[in-house]
């Protein structure tokens, strides 16, 4: 297994263990991981093809999906407000 599939793999463990904390002890975590998943994303992409990159990607997506849509809605919400 290459460095970048382990350290994905140690990412989704400590994701899970996150995820199993108190909601207000998740958010340090939460966003420690959700930074780093960027370049560990990267990471792999160097060191196999996209396809793995797009399965990785979509792991994060699932495990991060009320975060992300909180993101996007907030985000969408500022970039309207700035437009008007």
Known sequence: MTLSLLLACIWAILATITAF???RL???PG???LI???PLLVFIGVQHSAWVVLAALAG???MFRRPLWF???HLL???TEGAG
């Open 36 to 38: 780093l998943a960027g």
């Open 31 to 33: 966003l420690t991981l």
């Open 21 to 23: 904390l108190p909601m």
């Open 77 to 79: 919400r500022r970039l």
């Open 26 to 28: 998740q958010y340090g």
């Open 71 to 73: 993101l996007g809605s």
């Open 60 to 62: 994060l997506v699932s």
